[in-house]
């Protein structure tokens, strides 16, 4: 069995922060400043002459014994460090992005009854070689797999969830916690009779195929937000209706007095029920025709997983969310810093040498 795993988008941060110079170019003149130090650190050469009358005094004026003659210097190089990185202007640059959104609200009306155990939709898929090889899965599980990808490219949109059989079940209200309607997507599971243990009932325990409930469901939670000007529902089905206390037409007449569109797909091969009922489809694609029609949605016919995924992404297409990005753009100057540390340095190396000079020769 192919495993088939949702890819969750990421959300990009909305704001950053990050450190940067105004004036880079300045920084280059921190490699002068640092030869000037070690080269003041070198012997000079020595003198062709020795006077006798200095003898004496060679030890002493070698290298000054004051705190100025040993401080001095490093404070005034400290001084012009700091001034040379106040000039390249240090900043944090601050970079905020503000987006305003009109998302559209989508509920998601999947059918789990029993005959969605069908092992009929067939993916193209790669091997360890790289060579394509065709898959056939349940249509429960292409589905799963395809409704996933389809709310992974819907970010900004509140999407809500109804699973249905027999009866209708609201899984997830709208919401815009994605992960937690994709988690619920994996979920989702078929009854199945095993001979030893007996039947296990299914996600929903009640078999048949209540499609206008279903659309009722979906259309009641969308009229809870009389704000969203968009409104959708994607109902993905292999069967007609065949439970429930109303039509679907009914409840698409309905959903289209609340402003609601009703996209429908139906999923699964096209098989005829028996030789003796063979102008018979298993799937009512007449009344899913007229649930789109009546709302202003559009049908869809998905035989494979390729079709499947072609009649959401025709879907995403369709109905748009209209995102505008605005990026703001702000800076806090640091350069003030700098610029203190190399004025008290300097002043500090003044008073050093006013109060204790360098010894003369």
Not at 15 to 42: C, H, K, N
Not at 45 to 57: D, G, L
Not at 230 to 253: H, Q, W, Y
Not at 273 to 291: A, G, H, M, P, Q
Request: with cysteine.
């Amino acid at each position: 069995m192919m495993h088939l795993l949702p890819i969750l988008a990421n959300a990009a941060p909305e704001a950053t922060r990050e450190f940067t110079f105004a004036e880079p170019m300045w920084l280059w003149g921190l490699i002068p400043l640092l030869l000037l130090l070690i080269l003041r650190r070198r012997k000079g050469a020595v003198a062709a002459v020795i006077h006798p009358a200095i003898r004496f005094a060679v030890d002493r004026v070698k290298k000054p014994s004051t705190l100025a003659g040993r401080i001095g210097p490093v404070l005034m190089t400290l001084s012009a460090a700091a001034l040379i990185i106040a000039l390249a202007r240090p900043q944090w640059k601050n970079e905020h992005t503000e987006q305003t959104v009109s998302g559209i609200d989508i509920m998601i009306a999947c059918d789990l009854s029993g005959s969605m155990a069908n092992q009929d939709m067939l993916f193209i898929t790669e091997d360890e070689s790289g060579r394509k090889r065709r898959v056939a899965v349940d249509r429960l599980t292409a589905a799963k797999h395809v409704i996933n990808e389809f709310i992974a490219g819907r970010p900004n949109d509140r999407i809500g969830l109804v699973a249905f059989a027999g009866k209708a079940k609201l899984c997830s209200p709208l919401t815009l916690d994605h992960a937690i309607v994709a988690y619920i997507i994996r979920e989702f599971y078929l009854g199945t009779a095993d001979p030893f243990r007996g039947e296990r009932p299914g996600y929903i325990s009640e078999d048949g195929t209540a499609i206008g409930t279903a659309i009722a469901s979906a259309a009641t939670r969308l009229n809870e937000r009389k704000e969203t000007k968009s409104k959708v529902i994607i109902l993905v089905t292999d069967g007609m209706s065949n439970r429930g206390s109303i039509t679907p037409t009914e409840a698409a007449e309905q959903a289209k007095e609340l402003g609601i569109k009703i996209f429908t797909i139906a999923i699964g091969m096209d098989k005829r029920l028996s030789n003796y009922t063979s102008n018979v489809d298993t799937f009512d694609e007449k009344t899913l025709k007229r649930i789109a029609d009546i709302t202003g949605g559009k049908f869809y016919r998905a035989s494979s997983g390729a079709s499947l995924q072609k009649a959401f992404a025709n879907i995403d297409k369709l109905e748009k969310t209209d995102a505008k990005r605005r990026t703001l753009i702000s800076y806090d100057e640091l350069f003030p810093w700098p610029l203190g540390i190399s004025l008290l340095f300097l002043t500090l190396g003044v008073l050093i040498h006013c109060v204790l000079p360098k010894p003369a020769p």
